[in-house]
């Protein structure tokens, strides 16, 4: 079984930063893709930024120099390092990777999620 669990979301002011991480952990022959998502009350997930295995970001718009997407393959981590925060980042952040088992399939999965809360 795959877990992955996401922590570091929180309660910040606006303007301040927030650090969150992503561990993967079980049965994992390789990590593809990676992403962090969001999803606000009332509105549809939305991708915030992803990352290849070889390190290539992409940024949703909204985000885009104020958020840094990273990963460290040894610890099959992902992170989302987030500053100047504005009260319309405030949402539940959701990690997601492409995973390949040994068979060569492979399968998306997702964490939990944790609540990233902007006060204005």
């Known amino acids: 079984q795959v877990q992955l669990v996401e922590s570091g979301g929180g309660l910040v002011q606006a303007g301040g930063s927030l650090r969150l991480s992503c561990v993967v952990s079980?049965?994992?022959?390789?990590?593809?893709?990676m992403a962090w998502y969001r999803q606000a009350p009332g509105n549809k997930r939305e991708l915030v930024a992803i990352?290849?295995?070889?390190?290539?970001?992409n940024y949703a718009d909204s985000v885009k120099g104020r958020f840094t997407i990273s990963r460290d393959n040894a610890k099959n981590t992902l992170y989302l390092q987030m500053n100047s925060l504005k009260a319309e980042d405030t949402a539940v952040y959701y990690c997601?990777?492409?995973?390949?088992?040994?068979?060569?399939?492979?399968?998306?999965?997702w964490g939990q999620g944790t609540q990233v809360t902007v006060s204005s």
């Open positions: 990352i290849t295995s070889g390190g290539s970001t």
């Open positions: 079980g049965t994992i022959f390789s990590i593809n893709v």
């Open positions: 997601n990777a492409g995973i390949f088992s040994s068979n060569g399939y492979r399968n998306d999965y």
